[in-house]
């Protein structure tokens, strides 16, 4: 039985969703017969970049197709042997296989080569970034000087690993992942061509476990309707077959950061891994995330820049920038920009995210406990604080008042000398001098 994907794979391009900013500009080009030497198709996998390259491949070199039409015969000896992937002129290649530069050196041999029948001789190199130094000097020439009637196209899930030389020397398409409601209308298609009928809750989920990618969905719907002979597929049937959506678990992993839940994040960890999830883009996905809630936070009008943003991730967005401060929401990102690095190092691979969820609940708690003021010191700096003061006045009252003294010496008659004593000698109290001075009058 042959694979939906395969199955379904666009033969016109009425049939491409989810990419119609980039059909209507290569549309336009073929129509107008402005045909770059070059071009470069990124973007993640399964978006349909190899898909659009032969379908691209197949409309120049259709035998049958006016100039003013669009769409590829498809019943011409071109088209035909396109579609059975045997036609010589239409070269893939694998550039993880196809590194050295022996391979490009040979590829450029046979570029030199007129097309046979065709108009074009068309390369489709994929993941194109596995090309090595030499291999991309040695392209550089063909590029730099190309052959006639030969188009390059590359395609890459890394377009920063291509070189700057060969970037400027090719037109750039960056394919966007689809939407889940243009998944879902491609699903809806190949269910509608099956004659199968299948509940939209079902849809919806293959929608999310398939993470903007076209063909992971394709894929998991073909598990689906090969598990029952059934027209009629409800949901409870293929349950099993259905994982919880990566979406489900990082809208609950958020949650559990906001709590500051580490229980349940530690066990989201364990059904990730079971799950076999990409801890390196569930981290990524977590970061632009919170990203989003840092920027809507200050700049509400946002989003309408994310229209492919589903309604329960806007909705989740919305109210956490409600209920989160800046300082939590910083130190959440740089965490995880740290967590994503560290998982290139570490040979634990989700031990950088178990670690950095508990130190961030841990770094919370030790702030509210160096914030917190104790009762008994609060007590004991106010009983020190008037202790102080009284001691500062008893200092003061202690403290002789000289020239009160003097003008009291004078008055009773006590010479220069006590007066002298009695600045010298704080403690010898005014009274005792008087007393002393007359003491047999007083006495008598």
Same mark, same amino acid.
Not at 10 to 38: C, M, R, T, Y
Not at 99 to 121: C, F, H, S
Not at 362 to 379: A, G, L, R, S
């Given at each position: ?14 049939? &491409? ?87 490009? %050196? ?18 489709? @190199? ?39 030389? #060969?970037?400027?020397?090719?037109? @750039? ?9 243009? #998944? ?53 049937? &293929? ?9 489900? /678990? ?21 059904? /990730? ?13 977590? /970061? ?60 634990? #691979? ?6 950095? @969820? ?19 010191? /609060? ?25 009160? %003294? ?39």
């Amino acid at each position: 039985m042959q694979t939906l994907y395969r199955k379904y794979r666009p033969q016109l391009w009425k049939e &491409v969703f989810g990419q119609d900013v980039i059909k209507n500009v290569l549309e336009n080009q073929i129509l107008n017969g402005k045909i770059s030497h070059a071009y470069i198709f990124a973007g993640s996998r399964g978006v349909g970049k190899t898909t659009v390259a032969r379908l691209f491949a197949k409309t120049l070199n259709c035998q049958n197709r006016a100039k003013n039409e669009i769409e590829p015969c498809n019943k011409c000896e071109s088209c035909i042997a396109i579609n059975s992937s045997s036609d010589l002129n239409i070269i893939e290649i694998d550039a993880a296989s196809y590194t050295g530069v022996d391979n490009v %050196r040979e590829l450029r041999n046979i570029a030199k080569i007129p097309p046979e029948k065709n108009k074009y001789k068309i390369f489709i @190199i994929d993941e194109a970034q596995m090309l090595s130094k030499a291999a991309f000097n040695a392209l550089l020439k063909i590029l730099e000087e190309p052959p006639e009637r030969v188009i390059f196209i590359l395609a890459t899930t890394e377009i920063n690993k291509i070189p700057d030389t #060969i970037l400027s020397r090719c037109q @750039i398409f960056k394919f966007k992942k689809p939407s889940k409601k243009e #998944i879902i209308e491609a699903l809806k298609y190949i269910v509608k061509n099956e004659k199968v009928n299948i509940d939209d809750k079902i849809l919806d989920d293959i929608a999310n476990e398939a993470h903007g990618a076209f063909r992971d969905a394709e894929t998991l719907l073909g598990q689906i309707l090969s598990s029952t002979d059934e027209s009629d597929i409800k949901e409870e049937k &293929v349950k099993e077959l259905i994982n919880e959506s990566d979406i489900d /678990i990082m809208l609950a992993f958020i949650s559990n950061i906001i709590s500051k839940n580490v229980k349940d994040n530690l066990d989201l960890i364990e059904k /990730i891994k079971d799950l076999n999830i990409s801890f390196e883009d569930f981290t990524l996905d977590l /970061i632009e995330f919170f990203r989003k809630i840092l920027v809507y936070k200050y700049n509400q009008d946002v989003m309408e820049r994310w229209p492919n943003l589903e309604n329960d991730l806007k909705e989740k967005i919305i109210s956490l920038s409600k209920t989160i401060d800046f300082n939590y929401l910083d130190k959440i990102i740089r965490k995880l920009i740290d967590v994503r690095l560290d998982m290139a190092k570490s040979s634990i #691979i989700e031990l950088p995210l178990q670690l950095a @969820i508990i130190e961030l609940v841990e770094d919370e708690n030790n702030k509210k406990i160096d914030n917190k003021v104790n009762i008994d010191d /609060i007590d004991e700096i106010l009983e020190n604080s008037t202790t102080d003061k009284k001691n500062e006045k008893k200092e003061k009252e202690e403290i002789p008042d000289l020239e009160k %003294r003097e003008r009291l010496l004078q008055k009773f008659g006590i010479k220069k000398a006590d007066s002298k004593q009695v600045k010298e000698d704080g403690e010898t109290s005014v009274l005792d001098l008087i007393q002393e001075e007359f003491k047999n009058e007083i006495i008598n």
